[in-house]
């Protein structure tokens, strides 16, 4: 069946940079993969006391998405030297139940973007550490960081050559990781 990747961006406004690298990547795989992106505006604040069947439809929602995807592409800003807020809070939502989540074991890509010169490289690692500690498969190399990322982006898409070459080819490392799950899983 084709390799079906979930894409989410740790920033929710309409003109995030992050959200248009997602676009990108969507428009340019091709046959490759099918990429969603799945907003994740919607989602509360984690709170222990919801996080079981009285949760919003929202959190099963995101979720299931997760579940029903092959691999993770999570695409976030940095904000004051970190991961966002909004992308962590998605996170802590989808790694429960602990050690059987939806996130275990999903192969998972990490990209950053910022409008400076170090490309969110900050955020990268906490994305990374965090994705660890839900048990995901992070995709070792490479670190796709997006610097000056607001001079390469025009009508919600990244134009610059180099950069898409960089993240497709972050994305084909995914695909990979994809295919070595599927055939252990078959074996
Ligand atoms: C930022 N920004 C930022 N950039 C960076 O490289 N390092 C940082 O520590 C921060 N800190 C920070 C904090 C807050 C609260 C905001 C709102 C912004 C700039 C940030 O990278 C820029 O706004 C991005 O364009 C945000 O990503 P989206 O929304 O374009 O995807």
Redesign the pocket.
Same mark, same amino acid.
């Given at each position: 069946s084709p390799v079906r990747i979930l894409g989410i961006?740790?920033?929710l406004?309409r003109?995030? /940079?992050?959200?248009?690298i997602l676009r990108t990547l969507q428009d340019k795989l091709g046959g490759k993969a099918e990429l969603i992106i799945h907003p994740l505006n919607d989602l509360p604040l984690y709170d222990q006391d919801i996080d079981n069947e009285t949760a919003p439809d929202s959190v099963f929602a995101f979720k299931r998405a997760i579940a029903e995807a092959d691999g993770l592409i999570a695409?976030s800003?940095?904000? /004051?030297?970190?991961m966002s807020g909004v992308l962590k809070n998605a996170l802590d939502w989808a790694s429960r139940p602990a050690m059987k989540s939806p996130l275990k074991g999903k192969p998972s890509l990490i990209m950053t973007?910022?409008?400076?010169f170090?490309?969110?490289v900050?955020?990268q690692y906490q994305v990374r550490e965090t994705l660890s500690g839900c048990l995901a498969r992070v995709i070792a190399r490479p670190q796709v960081v997006i610097p000056a990322?607001?001079e390469k982006i025009t009508d919600g898409r990244l134009t610059d050559a180099a950069s898409i070459d960089f993240a497709l080819a972050a994305v084909d490392d995914l695909i990979e990781e994809i295919r070595i799950v599927r055939l252990s899983q078959a074996a």
């Open positions: 961006s740790g920033s406004r003109a995030s /940079n992050c959200t248009a695409v800003p940095e904000y /004051n030297y970190g973007a910022s409008p400076g170090t490309g969110g900050r955020a990322v607001h």
